[in-house]
């Protein structure tokens, strides 16, 4: 068996480099406040609209709303470097509170033409979103300095 002719204190010193790599990663991959915000600004607005029942307002609400999200995406990779996936868990938290709010939201609105419930709807959808996304930021850099990742 070969050896790469490492002592102890060459390994360490590797070993030290490599976890001071993965702090500076995670230093690097929380997304500033803002980023966060502007999410959750967006959703609100997009949902917002469906309240004026109007493809004239809805339809460039979404297109916004995509143009929006894909500038957030391409900042996201310029500031950091890199693109996340969110976690599966993360993920099923955000559905667990989704998916009720926008059934509820859309039964109102189109079963009760009670189309102004968008609104609150967007609102609490907005503000999930925002501080989710600190959540996950903040448990994903801590996961890579810990070492799980």
């Keep these: 068996m070969e050896s790469n002719h490492l002592d102890r204190d060459d ?3 590797q070993l030290a480099a490599l976890q001071a790599d993965r702090a500076a990663l995670a230093d690097r991959v929380v997304q500033p ?3 966060d915000v502007a999410l ?3 959703l609100f607005g997009f949902l917002a609209s469906y309240a004026f029942d109007s493809l004239w307002v809805t339809v460039p609400a979404l297109v916004v709303f995509c143009a929006a999200l894909g ?3 391409q900042a996201y990779r310029r500031i950091t470097g890199v693109w996340v996936n969110v976690d599966a868990r993360s993920m099923t938290v955000w559905c667990a ?3 009720p709010v926008l059934v509820a ?3 109102l609105a189109e079963g009760f033409d009670q189309h102004w ?3 609150p709807a967007g609102a609490v959808l907005g503000v999930a979103v925002t501080v989710l996304g600190r959540r996950w930021g903040r448990a994903y850099a801590a996961e890579l300095r810990s070492g799980q990742l």
């Design 11 to 13: 390994a360490a010193a």
């Design 33 to 35: 406040w803002w980023y």
């Design 40 to 42: 959750g600004l967006l």
């Design 71 to 73: 500038a957030l995406v």
């Design 97 to 99: 509170i989704c998916v």
């Design 105 to 107: 939201a859309f039964v």
């Design 117 to 119: 419930v968008m609104v």
